[in-house]
């Protein structure tokens, strides 16, 4: 089982910065990539970014520019700088991990965190 633990949301105001952290925990062989969704109230969960373990990153296009996704393999940790945040990045941000749990692993599995709250005040 792997934990993901996620902290540094908050209330900020439009155009401040905040940054996410998330812990991940457990059994862990590798992890492979690591990634941040985030869903709005009353809209679906969607991808705001993700990182592979050799440091390769991905952005939803909205956020390229504003968003930088990176990682700490040592500490199996992965942050989300979000920059110039505007009310629409309002919503629950969660961390997803892709593990091999174990060196003998044919199969990578899936973990979510519980998310945080980020709410940008206009």
């Known amino acids: 089982q792997v934990q993901l633990v996620e902290s540094g949301g908050g209330l900020v105001q439009a155009g401040g910065s905040l940054r996410l952290s998330c812990a991940a925990s457990?059994?862990?062989?590798?992890?492979?990539?690591m990634g941040w969704y985030r869903q709005a109230p009353g809209k679906q969960r969607e991808l705001v970014a993700t990182?592979?373990?050799?440091?390769?990153?991905s952005y939803a296009d909205p956020e390229k520019g504003r968003f930088t996704i990176s990682r700490d393999n040592a500490k199996n940790t992965v942050y989300l700088q979000m920059n110039n945040l505007k009310s629409e990045d309002t919503a629950v941000y969660y961390c997803?991990?892709?593990?091999?749990?174990?060196?003998?692993?044919?199969?990578?599995?899936?973990?979510w965190g519980q998310g945080t709250q980020v709410a940008v005040s206009s």
């Open positions: 997803r991990s892709w593990v091999l749990p174990f060196r003998s692993s044919s199969v990578e599995l899936t973990y």
């Open positions: 990182i592979t373990s050799g440091g390769s990153t």
């Open positions: 457990g059994s862990i062989f590798r992890i492979n990539a």
